[in-house]
């Protein structure tokens, strides 16, 4: 059978499981996505039909790729827009996968821009097909990339979406993908040092949720009875109310990461960029390193013993060879859980104490409190924005399961909740789902709102509205820093709530501290029968939240 290449891409997106596809026109493809019946999720822009398939591979760990296409070739405009969406999906290891025109043969240099020197930047595989026939090839390597080691976008250019080629000719099979077992030797050593170690930390990073291998974290963190740090992106790998975990950040966490002197790092790239941790005092610490690949192998800090190999089989072997050499018992260290959570109601008594503030305007604490209090956390979802809100709900919000929180942003692009929360209500559709903003991402998401009516998504966006940039307020970061770029219009002079009411939106305008649940408890209902609600919460500016640790000024 004789097939056009955007066809049989199609067909072969069908045979990988791909339910739908976000968009943002024009791009050749989909026109056979829309002839051959899959749903096209429509976005306002480019970046955030990147975020939005972004979004969806994260929060499936991977288990469902997110797929996304827009403009490129040589009227490379939607291409130009969606790279600020491809760079923050590389930088932070997500695997979506973005289809784009390529250039035609005989129009290379006719532009300025050249796509295929940018696409590399922003890749973990950039495809080119330049010829129809490789279609089945092209798109066997594209989902290789995608559901095989270390985590990243792939992105193929389809220069002519109308050339033909043979189905027949070399039939398509879906990928698997594959996974590696670390080197028995790597695992003894690494145990050897484990075992010895008086203070050991667990570093769990995105990999281990990537690997679905929450449960093996959890009962290897038992059976050696160390406690438990995430990572921002890994934040609700370890459920948060265990005995054993310690925080994502605040004064316990840096208490633990300071006190530890091995750190058994899992699935993390231990990149001490703008929102991680760094290792304090890592010359005097054993650091044992498991990742999937050598890419982060020795890269900030001296590599004790790594382990390469998937974060789930990984895990599943240093358990059996700790039950092993302890005879089934562990690591006998004391009460290890009670100082945990010592040092945890210790760290957290001054967001608890705020979280319950009767003040006016309110503090952002109670709204968080509050949130905590009306979701179900095993059955919900919610994000941060860039700002404040991450910084605050990354110190103090309970996540009891994988992704019922995403954190996300090595660095991290405003505007980005959004796509989350739509990923969210796609992949979990009978999930609350809750995107947090202040006055920054509202602004960039302002544009895309409308696809929440038009799809009947049910999400609540809950702004923290406090009228300027809360964490580059004057002298916030000592003198001289950024005070001049952070007012902008706030609660006294616009009402974002009638903005956003005009659009169709549930909107409320909360100002009281005793009405947080019952506005939150109104939209959640309301976002039950494919209704978006939006809630400006009037707060007062609090740029109070637990500090990252060991990575000096900046
Ligand atoms: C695309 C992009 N540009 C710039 C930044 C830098 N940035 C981070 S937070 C922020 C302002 C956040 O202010 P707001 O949304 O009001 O949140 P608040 O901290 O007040 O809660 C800016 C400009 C960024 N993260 N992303
Ligand atoms: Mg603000």
Redo the contacts with the bound molecule.
């Keep these: 059978m004789t097939i056009d290449v955007a066809t049989g891409i199609v067909r072969i997106l069908k045979q990988e499981g791909v339910g739908w596809v976000s968009t943002f026109p024009v791009c050749r493809v989909n026109n056979a996505l829309g002839r051959e019946g899959v749903p096209m999720l429509m976005m306002r822009d480019d970046r955030y039909a990147v975020a939005v398939a972004d979004a969806f591979s994260r929060i499936t760990a991977g288990s469902r790729i997110g797929v996304c296409t827009f403009q490129g070739g040589v009227n490379a405009a939607g291409m130009q827009y969606a790279y ?1 969406g491809m760079a923050q999906a590389y930088e932070d290891g997500s695997p979506v996968l973005c289809i784009t025109d390529g250039v035609p043969a005989g129009a290379s240099g006719n532009s300025q821009y050249d796509v295929a020197s940018a696409m590399k930047t922003v890749s973990k595989w950039f495809g080119y097909l330049d010829k129809p026939e490789r279609t089945p090839e092209l798109m066997r390597r594209a989902f290789t990339m995608l559901r095989s080691g270390r985590p990243g976008p792939v992105i193929l250019a389809i220069p002519n979406a109308t050339a033909t080629y043979d189905e027949t000719a070399d039939p398509y099979r879906p990928v698997k993908g594959w996974k590696s077992a670390p080197d028995p030797a790597d695992v003894r050593a690494a145990v050897d040092q484990l075992l010895r170690a008086r203070n050991p930390l667990i570093y769990a990073g995105e990999g281990v949720i990537y690997a679905g291998a929450s449960e093996d974290l959890k009962a290897l963190a038992e059976l050696v009875n160390a406690p438990v740090i995430t990572t921002l992106k890994a934040k609700g790998a370890f459920p948060e109310n265990h005995p054993l975990f310690v925080g994502v950040r605040g004064d316990q966490v840096a208490h633990y990461l300071n006190k530890s002197d091995l750190i058994l790092a899992v699935g993390s790239s231990l990149s001490p960029g703008r929102f991680s941790h760094g290792i304090p005092d890592p010359a005097k610490k054993t650091i044992i390193h498991c990742n999937v690949d050598e890419l982060h192998i020795n890269k900030m800090y001296p590599t004790a013993h790594a382990v390469i190999g998937d974060a789930r089989l990984t895990l599943q072997a240093l358990r059996q060879e700790v039950s092993g050499r302890t005879p089934g018992a562990g690591r006998n260290a004391g009460d290890v859980a009670a100082e945990v959570k010592a040092a945890r109601d210790q760290g957290l008594a001054r967001y608890r104490q705020v979280m319950n503030s009767g003040e006016t305007p309110i503090n ?1 604490y109670r709204v968080y409190g509050d949130l905590m209090e009306v979701l179900d956390l095993k059955n919900s979802f919610v994000t941060h ?8 709900l990354s110190t103090v919000f309970d996540t009891l399961i994988p992704r019922g929180f995403l954190g996300w ?1 090595n ?5 980005f909740s959004l796509a989350a929360a739509i990923a969210a209500k796609k992949a979990f559709p009978q999930r609350a789902t809750v995107a947090v ?8 998401m302002l544009g895309n709102l409308e696809v929440l009516l038009r799809e009947k998504l049910g999400i609540t966006v809950a702004h ?1 509205s ?1 009228g ?5 307020g004057p002298g916030f970061w000592g003198p001289g820093h950024d005070p001049f ?1 952070h007012r ?1 219009l706030g609660p006294d002079e616009v009402d974002m709530s009638k903005v956003i009411g005009a659009l169709g939106f549930h909107t409320e305008r909360v100002s009281e501290p005793a009405e947080v649940i019952p506005a939150l408890r109104r939209a959640l209902e309301v976002n039950a029968s494919g209704r978006p609600a939006y809630i400006e919460f009037v ?1 007062c ?1 609090y ?1 109070v939240y637990g500090q990252w640790v060991g990575r000096g000024e900046g």
């Design positions: 600020a952002p924005e860039s700002g404040n809100t991450r910084d605050q942003g660095v991290s692009t405003l505007g903003t202040g006055e920054a991402g509202l602004g960039y923290i406090n300027g940039f809360a964490g580059y770029t902008v707060c500016q740029p």
